[in-house]
């Protein structure tokens, strides 16, 4: 079992940058592929980015590739998106995912809004 904690969302001007941390607690951290994915109103939920559970392979949606970065720390069960330039289309909210084999855990979800 794997319980995440989402933090660090809010308002943002267009430009401006924020870093959403996911906090795990439970076994094993180490074990599972973390994602953040985003889900605006009205839209699908949709993959941000995936990191593997050694921290040595990251993969990036379209819309985010060379603005967003993911990174984890398994020493302190916590993986990390960093966002810059921010846009007004980035506005959604975040979820944070753990993912091994068949087993999978999502966080609440923090909401990040980009407006002037």
């Known amino acids: 079992q794997v319980h995440l904690v989402e933090s660090g969302g809010g308002l943002v001007q267009p430009g401006g940058s924020l870093r959403l941390n996911c906090a795990a607690s439970?076994?094993?951290?180490?074990?599972?592929?973390m994602s953040w994915y985003r889900q605006a109103p009205g839209e699908e939920r949709e993959l941000v980015a995936t990191?593997?559970?050694?921290?040595?392979?990251?993969l990036y949606g379209d819309s985010v590739k060379g603005r967003f970065t993911i990174s984890r720390d398994n020493t302190n069960n916590t993986v990390y998106l960093q966002m810059n330039s921010l846009k007004p289309e980035d506005t959604a909210v975040y979820y944070c995912n753990a993912r091994r084999f068949s087993l999978q855990y999502w966080g609440q979800g923090t909401q990040v809004t980009v407006s002037s």
């Open positions: 990191i593997t559970s050694d921290g040595d392979g990251r």
């Open positions: 439970g076994s094993s951290f180490r074990m599972y592929a």
